[in-house]
Each structure stands twice: as C-alpha cells, then as structure tokens.
C-alpha cells in the first residue's frame, strides 16, 4: 500500500479483523461478509419481545432463503412491523437470536451497522429528496452506501451511470428522470424510493405494505416490479392487500403471523385453505 487512505470509521471496522484492511476496488470495499453457505438469508428463532409483559412477538421463528420473495401477511397487531424492527435493530427481542446469514447478529449490531451490512428497509411513507430530480435521488442514494468511497466532486462513473440507468428502467422511471421528485404521483414515490435502496445493493430488502394508498394500476406494476425483482435479491414483504400478494407470491412460501408467532406458512393456495387463517384473519 502506496498511501495510507484517509482515516474514516468504515476504515476503523476493517481493520478490526485478523487480516488488513479490505482494499477498494473499483470505489468499493471488500464484501460485507455474510455468510449464506447454508442457503438462508435470514434467520429468526425463538424471538419474543416483550412491552411491559405483553408479547408483540411469541417464540417466532422463522427461516428466508436466498433470493426468496417471501410474503408475511396477518391481521392487524399480529406483530409484523416489530419483526421488521428486530430485524433492523430497532427493537431488541426480550429473547431469541436473529442472525443475518449463519454469522452476522443481528441483536449486537446498531441500526447503520445492519443497514451497512446490506438490509435495506422501505418504510410505508415514501421518503424522498422532494426537491430533488428522479436522477439525483437515485445518485444520493448510491452515494449514501457507506461502503463506497466518498467521490465528491467527482464525475461518475460508467458503472456507475449504467447502475443508476438499470434502476430507472427497473423502476419505470425512465420518462421521468429530470423531474422533481415532488411532482411524482405517490406510486412513483414510492418506485423510486425502492430504487433508492437498490441503489445500496441491498442483500436483503424489507417492505413494509408497499402497495398502500397506490391505484389498482399502481398495484399492478408494483406487483410487476416485485416479480422483476424475485430471484435477483431476497425480498420479504409485509402486505395487507390479499389480491396483491397474491399476484407476488406465485407458489412460494406465505407466512401468516397471529399474535407473535407463525399461524400457518405455506403457498398462498395452501394458507388460504387452513381453517385456523379463515378463522383469525380471511374470515373477518
Ligand atoms: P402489525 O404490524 O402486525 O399490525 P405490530 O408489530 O405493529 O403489529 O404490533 C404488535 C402488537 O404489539 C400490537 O398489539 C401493538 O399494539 C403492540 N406494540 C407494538 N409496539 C409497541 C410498543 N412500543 N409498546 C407497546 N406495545 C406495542
Ligand atoms: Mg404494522
């Protein structure tokens, strides 16, 4: 090593391991180290969160694969978004492990380090650059991955302007990637915010009811870009709106959480058909 880069706080993390520092190549760091050897992503077992002894989370437990597009549905306080949140570190579990890949914990890890460590959470709100254009979103957020170099001033480069392309492609956006992102129709907020976290080149991305306050047509090519996305990155996805996650589950697995744990998992023909899901969650 020619020069000693610059002393930053992801420097300070890569360097607490055995070996040296990971060194940038092509303005990125060394992999983020998730261990996925055993074909699962994510990993819940066992997890309970007590709020003053009342359990939004019961001994749930709960495996996503790979590349997975797995849907979680389940009526209203099943405890669904305090899964996201233990899984993001929001909230820690009373007890249980969650573990990102064999390796990572995610229990010991602040919320940036997970985010850093490659899970990408979409709220329900979209949360933009408003004043911003389509493009410029999308660049900010490339640039807001702690895991690339700080390039300010910068031009980007052809990968880089290939990445922000396939993203406006992926997310429909292409006609509208001079515009301010204050003048996008909420279905379009919400693309363009999930283009935003592909941007970071998440491996896992959490949606929370992605498809709330959209038009029919909005759905359906939500629906569209899900399916786009099924394969290339592990998805898990919280949805109220049965007809949409219908669309997106295909034959993969649904899980249906009642009262912090996991009712019933299967495809959604097959959950549809459990008497114990008619009972507490289709049949209301
Ligand atoms: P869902 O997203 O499936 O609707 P939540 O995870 O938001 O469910 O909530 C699960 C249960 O835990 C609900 O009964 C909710 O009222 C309760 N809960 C969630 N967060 C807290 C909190 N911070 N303090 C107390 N109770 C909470
Ligand atoms: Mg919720």
Same mark, same amino acid.
């Given at each position: 090593?020619?020069? *000693?880069?610059?002393?930053?706080?992801?420097?300070?993390?890569?360097?607490?391991?055995?070996?040296?520092?990971?060194?940038?190549?092509?303005?990125?760091? +060394?992999?983020?180290?998730?261990?996925?050897?055993?074909?699962?992503?994510?990993?819940?077992?066992?997890?309970?969160?007590?709020?003053?002894?009342?359990?939004?989370?019961?001994?749930?437990?709960?495996?996503?694969?790979?590349?997975?597009?797995?849907?979680?549905?389940?009526?209203?306080?099943?405890?669904?978004?305090?899964? *996201?949140?233990?899984?993001?570190?929001?909230?820690?579990?009373?007890?249980?492990?969650?573990?990102?890949?064999?390796?990572?914990?995610?229990?010991?890890?602040?919320?940036? !380090?997970?985010?850093?460590?490659?899970?990408?959470?979409?709220?329900?709100?979209?949360?933009?650059?408003?004043?911003?254009?389509?493009?410029?979103?999308?660049?900010? +957020?490339?640039?807001?991955?702690?895991?690339?170099?700080?390039?300010?001033?910068? %031009?980007?480069?052809?990968?880089?302007?290939?990445?922000?392309?396939?993203?406006?492609?992926?997310?429909?956006?292409?006609?509208?990637?001079?515009?301010?992102?204050?003048?996008?129709?909420?279905?379009?907020?919400?693309?363009?915010?999930?283009?935003?976290?592909? *941007?970071?080149?998440?491996?896992?991305?959490?949606?929370?009811?992605?498809?709330?306050?959209?038009?029919?047509?909005?759905? !359906? %090519?939500?629906? !569209?870009?899900?399916?786009?996305? %099924?394969?290339?990155?592990?998805?898990?996805?919280?949805?109220?709106?049965?007809?949409?996650?219908? %669309?997106?589950?295909?034959?993969?697995?649904?899980?249906?959480?009642?009262?912090?744990?996991?009712?019933?998992?299967?495809?959604?023909?097959?959950?549809?058909?459990?008497?114990?899901?008619?009972?507490?969650?289709?049949?209301?």
């Amino acid at each position: 090593m020619s020069a *000693m880069p610059p002393f930053t706080d992801l420097d300070a993390r890569s360097a607490v391991g055995d070996g040296p520092a990971g060194e940038a190549t092509a303005g990125r760091v +060394a992999p983020r180290g998730v261990d996925t050897t055993h074909g699962a992503i994510l990993y819940l077992d066992d997890v309970t969160v007590s709020f003053d002894g009342f359990k939004a989370l019961n001994g749930l437990s709960l495996d996503v694969g790979v590349g997975e597009l797995r849907c979680i549905i389940g009526p209203n306080g099943a405890g669904k978004t305090t899964m *996201m949140d233990v899984i993001t570190g929001k909230t820690r579990p009373t007890s249980g492990t969650a573990f990102f890949g064999q390796n990572i914990d995610l229990t010991r890890l602040a919320e940036s !380090e997970i985010a850093a460590a490659g899970i990408g959470r979409k709220f329900q709100r979209p949360t933009v650059f408003e004043a911003h254009t389509v493009f410029e979103n999308l660049e900010l +957020a490339m640039k807001a991955d702690k895991r690339v170099r700080p390039t300010l001033f910068s %031009r980007l480069t052809g990968e880089q302007a290939d990445a922000i392309g396939e993203t406006l492609a992926l997310i429909r956006l292409e006609d509208a990637v001079w515009r301010e992102a204050g003048l996008l129709s909420h279905g379009q907020k919400q693309w363009l915010e999930i283009g935003m976290l592909l *941007m970071q080149q998440p491996l896992l991305l959490l949606l929370d009811e992605p498809v709330a306050g959209m038009t029919d047509a909005e759905t !359906e %090519r939500t629906a !569209e870009l899900l399916n786009t996305l %099924r394969g290339r990155h592990s998805l898990v996805v919280v949805e109220h709106d049965m007809d949409f996650v219908t %669309r997106i589950a295909g034959g993969g697995k649904v899980t249906v959480l009642h009262e912090g744990s996991v009712l019933a998992e299967g495809t959604m023909a097959q959950v549809q058909a459990d008497a114990r899901v008619i009972e507490v969650y289709l049949g209301r």
